[in-house]
């Protein structure tokens, strides 16, 4: 419990924290959230618990307040030990994540302000500071900036969303009848697209039926005329392509399907094309990078998330949607009390998804997006994306371990083997004994390098061969952290290596 955590510290009878009370408390967690943003690399990245045993410490809700300081005790000594630490440098999971210093920052205005942008007037700010970043950032990542822009939660939302509006496009129907009696709906994306797709999907009502897996290339890239062979057989055979889903960034490996070949499939065969760059997106603001997201822009509707790789605290999904209407058409429905005087100068965010609410999350995509600057995020990405180019270098000079992605995209997909690069998988038919071991040791690495607590990776399994996915995006990481990750990497091995006696 903090020093000052007494009985006078608690809230009042009627009304909230007196505001010299709340300046004091405001500046102890400014210095909290400092203290843990510079020690953040020295703490295990992952918590030392089992499933249960944050709740079987969390005490009974109390009937009266309690001193502030007694909560951000328990931050200290409850909730600190049970976090995976995101915003560690060393977090190398998924993808690699900041909450950046101004993003924080912006939260703790957001929450001052609390406003709900559910339509203009619930909040100004909010509906139009939100179109100012979405239509600039589109700008600036080489998309029109004539697009409907929306931040959601998250990709599976925007994705949801996005789907939702091709599905009223395709079976407009559907909106007023449901989907009971039209045709079925189809959606196409490769063989690595994100789950959420697949969610999305279900959710539309279209049901597991309707998403087409389209084959990919040697680079795990969907294969275009394999797509254009798919949308007319399903024609021919009554089903109607409601989407195509294109991923730039893929989750296993970061492939990026050809869009600019995908789009022209789309546009012949007349389907919406959805775009997922939820984590790849934020490359297209390098000029170098542009060539990969050629045909992008002719996407009905791209999702990216600035709370993967460009330094917003979770959550922010960004949603672009081309014409004015097509988001509206899925969503447009309002209540008596919710119909304002501003008519059609004004728009209303509540007509962009589900969600009447809508909190304020352009504030901190502005903050961070205005203090570093866009040439200040090039930079730091290109900096991510040569710190895992050198990681991959090394990983690939030491003899008993194989590359898959080298560093493309900042992700090092890599796993051990067993043996030399010459023998077995690599060099001839698969050894189905010697796989088992390999793909059982690698799993074995992820978990020691987790208990050790110095870094936390993933993985991924392709074609039924485990890898482990190492990605860099934290704006605290050195090429110091990643000697150390690598250093941890191979300490679990030999911790975790069977003997030749026991293969
Ligand atoms: C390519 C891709 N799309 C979508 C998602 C889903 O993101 P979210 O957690 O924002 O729903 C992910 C998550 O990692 C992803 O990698």
Redesign the pocket.
Known sequence: MTKDAGAGDRAPDLYDMPVDQLRRHAHEIADWIADYVGRVGELPVFPDIVPGDLRARLAPLPEEGEPFGALLADVDELILPATTHWNHPRFHA??AVTGSAPGILAEAVAAALNVNGMVWRSGPAVTELEEHVLEHLAVALGLPGDRVGAIN???????LYALAAARHAALPDSTESGLAEGPSGRVYVSEQ??S?VDKAVLTLGLGRAGVVRIPTDDHLRMDASALREAIAADRVAGHTPVAIVA?L???STTAADPVGEIADVASGAGVWLHV?A???GPLALLPEWRRRFSGWERADSV?V?P??WLFTPI?C?VLWVRGEDRLRGAFTLTPEYLRTTEGSDATNLMDYGVALGRRFRALKLWFVLRWFGLEGIRRRLRHHLRLAGDLAKTIEATPGWEIHTPGSMALVVFRAMLGSHDEGRAGGPVDAARLETENALNHRILEAVARSGEAFLSHTALDGVVWLRLAVGNLRTTPDDLDRTWAAVLAARDEEEPGPEAR
């Open positions: 998924y993808f939660d998250t990709a599976s939302t925007s994705t697209a994100h959420s991923t960034g893929t989750t997922d939820a984590y790849g999702v998330n709370h993967k959550d999904s």
